[in-house]
């Protein structure tokens, strides 16, 4: 009896720890990529988060010049000079389910339906039945929250059935 006694309250420690390593749900909205936010959070916030990033370029987005910057494979912003000073951040794209920030540790980026990159194309569908979609560069674009013009937007890219990446960008650059 008090090596059963022993083992549940093992049991119930590790289980009660296990929450806390978990990755933290981080809301990816039109406007957010969990703590990022558009037209709020800098490059040089970024970087504290992040790290370096592994490129920084400037490059045109419509007709504006903005700085493209990613950190590996899985995290791409997009942001403008703002005249208040810094570069903001206009568009985030997030290509793997879980990232990792020094000041927030894990963070599993989905919508507020639950869509996560990874996830099955045909959930999208089921989450978001009035989606759009489009083609570009060989990949399909879903637009989940088709809106009225000057509305930030959320998108998925979808290949080979997965969600790809999810993306939150301004309307439009111009």
């Known amino acids: ?44 916030k970024l970087k504290e988060w992040f790290g370096e990033p592994d490129a920084e370029k400037k490059v045109t987005r419509g007709c504006f010049e903005v700085w493209r910057v990613r950190w590996g494979k899985y995290l791409r912003a997009f942001a403008i000079t703002h005249p208040n000073g810094g570069r903001r951040l206009t568009e985030t794209w997030v290509r793997k389910r879980t990232i990792t920030s020094e000041q927030h540790g894990d963070l599993t980026m989905r919508t507020k339906k639950g869509l996560k990159v990874g996830d099955k194309v045909s959930k999208l569908k089921n989450l978001y039945p009035d989606f759009q979609k489009f083609r570009f560069n060989g990949k399909n674009f879903y637009e989940l929250n088709p809106v009225e013009e000057f509305h930030p937007r959320l998108w998925a890219v979808g290949r080979e059935g997965r969600v790809r990446a999810l993306i939150n960008r301004p309307y439009e650059y111009c």
């Not at 309250?9 to 936010?37: C, E, I, N, Q, S």
């Open 1 to 44: 009896m008090k090596r059963l006694l022993a083992i549940f309250a093992v049991a119930t420690v590790v289980l009660a720890a296990a929450p806390a390593t978990a990755a933290d749900d981080a809301p990816f909205t039109a406007r957010r990529a969990g703590p990022m936010k558009l037209g709020t959070t800098t490059i040089g």
